[in-house]
């Protein structure tokens, strides 16, 4: 059973940090792309940013600049550090890993953490 378990959320006051944390347990052959998601009330879930297994990496134009995902090195975990929060960046963050598992590969999610910025 593959779980992801993400952390770090929280309550920041607008020009603020925070850094997420999502960790993949469980038994799998190999993890590719991984990434963070995020959904505010009333609009739809949308990819924040995405590292590849070879350290590539995407961000939605919103946060470029301000948000690095990370990768470490046993490639199970990603971070994503958020400085110069806005109010707009409140949502409830999600932790995506796509995992193989001879044959099937497939999307898996955490559980989700809240990010409240104040202005």
């Known amino acids: 059973q593959v779980q992801l378990v993400e952390s770090g959320g929280g309550l920041v006051q607008a020009g603020g940090s925070l850094r997420l944390s999502c960790t993949v347990s469980g038994t799998f052959f190999s993890i590719n792309d991984m990434g963070w998601y995020r959904q505010a009330p009333g609009n739809q879930r949308e990819l924040v940013a995405s590292?590849?297994?070879?350290?590539?990496?995407n961000y939605v134009d919103s946060v470029k600049g301000r948000f690095t995902i990370s990768r470490d090195n046993a490639k199970t975990a990603i971070y994503l550090q958020m400085n110069s929060l806005k109010a707009e960046d409140t949502a409830v963050y999600y932790c995506?890993?796509?995992?193989?598992?001879?044959?099937?590969?497939?999307?898996?999610w955490g559980q989700g953490t809240q990010v409240t910025v104040s202005s």
């Open positions: 590292i590849t297994n070879d350290g590539r990496t």
């Open positions: 995506n890993a796509r995992i193989r598992t001879p044959p099937i590969i497939r999307d898996y």
